[in-house]
């Protein structure tokens, strides 16, 4: 079924290989007694990071409207 929804939303197999690749360590992290949360939240603080670093040292940043002010 989880399958069926994976390849359902955008009909690619990358999606299908994505939840298999997530799946598989989702169990080995649990076999390991390995909490998700920690993981989630590097994952999102990365992105996070990521986008500010870039916006802030972009050639252009003196240029942009929130360093002039």
């Known amino acids: 079924m989880t399958v069926l ?3 359902a939303i955008a009909s690619t197999r990358l999606d299908v290989w994505v939840m298999f690749i997530f799946g598989i ?7 390991l007694n390995f909490h998700p ?3 989630v ?5 990365r992105a996070v990071f990521s986008v500010l670093t870039i916006n802030r040292y972009s050639p252009n940043w003196s240029t942009s409207p929130s360093a002039i002010r």
């Open 5 to 7: 929804g994976a390849h």
């Open 25 to 31: 360590i989702s169990f080995i992290s649990r076999t």
């Open 37 to 39: 949360a920690p993981i």
């Open 41 to 45: 939240l590097g994952l999102i603080d």
